[in-house]
């Protein structure tokens, strides 16, 4: 029997348009945190999930095309693949193979001024959960990411972030408006 191979995205892979992998759907995944981290492979903080037993979190899976996982290994360089398809609930008729990116406990760090959090990245991501989940489902992926005492450098002017998209008014007004909720601090570019 062939075993179909899906992603279980919970950050910007959560957003249609960064990506080309068609039959996207939600899912839940229970045994992991969202949380914001930095490495030494980036230099600017960004999602990972880290195990928690208590946890559960939104987000979509995606199928991977005759299970070939080199592109979107390289999309997610820094991260490493973990099986989670015992933790995934979804709408599904049959039982994929389910991976998850993380990046490996002890190669990651809390976001620093050096390290921020890029604000083209936050809505990229908020994008995704208010297109997919609705408002509700935003307010669900603030309440359910940790780090969010780090800086978020406000690059909207000229944005960082390789897959920033273009976003409305009102979805600017709503990643404000949960990033002032939750007190992140705001940092301005420079240069």
Known sequence: MVRHAYFFGYGSLVNRTTHGFGGARPARLSGWRRVWRHTTLRPVAYLTVVPDDDAEIDGLIAPVPGADWPALDAREAAYVRAPAADQVRHDLPHSP????????????GAPTAAHPILLSYIDVVVQGYLHEFGEDGVARF?????????????DRAAPRYPRHRGLSDAERALTDAHLACVGAPRIAATG
């Open 97 to 108: 193979e389910i991976a998850v990116y993380t990046i490996p406990e002890g190669h990651h």
């Open 142 to 154: 603030f309440d359910t990411t940790g780090g969010w005492d780090a800086p978020v450098l406000d």
